[in-house]
């Protein structure tokens, strides 16, 4: 069974930056695809930012330019460096991945963007 553990969030000012990161103790996120989803406050789940194995990475439209997924495969971590905080970017943030082991989710880590 995979475990991922998400870490990072905080409160932080419209601006601001924070880096959030998703642990593993298992060497997956080099093999598979890897996703950050946040959920805002009664909202759906959405999909923030991907990377593949191959290293292709996908962003929502809203996230563009302003948040950045990696990983390292020696940590076996994976990392999303956001910076430009908005007041929406406000959410439990989730890092997600999928396998021959299934599906892995994490617990989330609250993100709350507020002056």
């Known amino acids: 069974q995979v475990q991922l553990v998400e870490s990072g969030g905080g409160l932080v000012q419209p601006g601001g930056s924070l880096r959030l990161s998703c642990a593993t103790s298992?060497?997956?996120?080099?093999?598979?695809?890897i996703n950050w989803y946040r959920q805002p406050p009664g909202k759906q789940r959405e999909m923030v930012a991907t990377k593949t194995s191959g290293g292709r990475t996908n962003y929502a439209d809203s996230v563009k330019g302003r948040f950045t997924i990696s990983r390292d495969n020696a940590k076996n971590t994976v990392y999303l460096q956001m910076n430009s905080l908005k007041s929406e970017d406000t959410a439990v943030y989730f890092c997600?991945?999928?396998?021959?082991?299934?599906?892995?989710w994490g617990r989330g880590t609250q993100v709350t963007v507020s002056s």
């Open positions: 298992r060497n997956i996120f080099s093999l598979n695809t």
């Open positions: 997600n991945t999928i396998g021959t082991f299934g599906a892995a």
